[in-house]
């Protein structure tokens, strides 16, 4: 979007993703957040100052720590947060976890990548363009965010 044909302009763009987390330990919630925030960010081109702010959802059998501690270890401190539970409904999937971001970004729609992975795929199935994933390099890159922000 440019306002002259020349000059772009940022307009805030919602950035949806979800995973299952395997158990309801404050070790497992960091770990999936910190996983699904990771893709979310690489996929996307994310600039930590370009980010409004995230809400983090879970269902209500995730409860031992709040997932938006995984942005702060990622060094987001200046970036607005919100955990809260997801609505109790029949059928619904459990131990999933949510995040929409509120990004700033020059964008349009649809090239933005929601990311659904580690069966939360079956929330978004008409979002499975998601590239294979290399764990071990993920978590690699997620390492050095962390360190980056303890150093900071």
Not at 27 to 44: D, F, Q, V
Not at 51 to 76: E, H, M, Y
Not at 113 to 132: F, M, N, Q, S, T
Request: aromatic share 6%; hydrophobic share 40%; proline share 5%.
């Amino acid at each position: 979007m440019t306002l002259d044909n020349s000059t772009p302009i940022k307009v805030c763009r919602g950035i949806r993703g979800a995973t299952i987390i395997e158990e309801n330990t404050p070790e497992a919630i960091l770990k999936g957040t910190r996983e699904l925030l990771a893709l979310i960010i690489r996929l996307n081109g994310i600039e930590q100052e370009d980010v409004a702010s995230a809400i983090f959802s879970t269902t209500s059998d995730l409860d031992a720590t709040f997932p938006a501690v995984a942005a702060r270890q990622f060094n987001w401190f200046d970036v607005a947060l919100m955990c809260f539970h997801e609505l109790e409904t029949p059928g619904a999937m459990r131990k999933c976890l949510r995040i929409l971001i509120h990004w700033n970004t020059e964008k349009s729609a649809n090239e933005i990548k929601h990311v659904y992975i580690k069966g939360a795929e079956k929330l978004r199935p008409e979002r499975g363009d998601l590239p294979p994933v290399d764990w071990d390099e993920l978590e690699e890159w997620i390492q050095k965010q962390i360190n980056r922000s303890v150093v900071q």
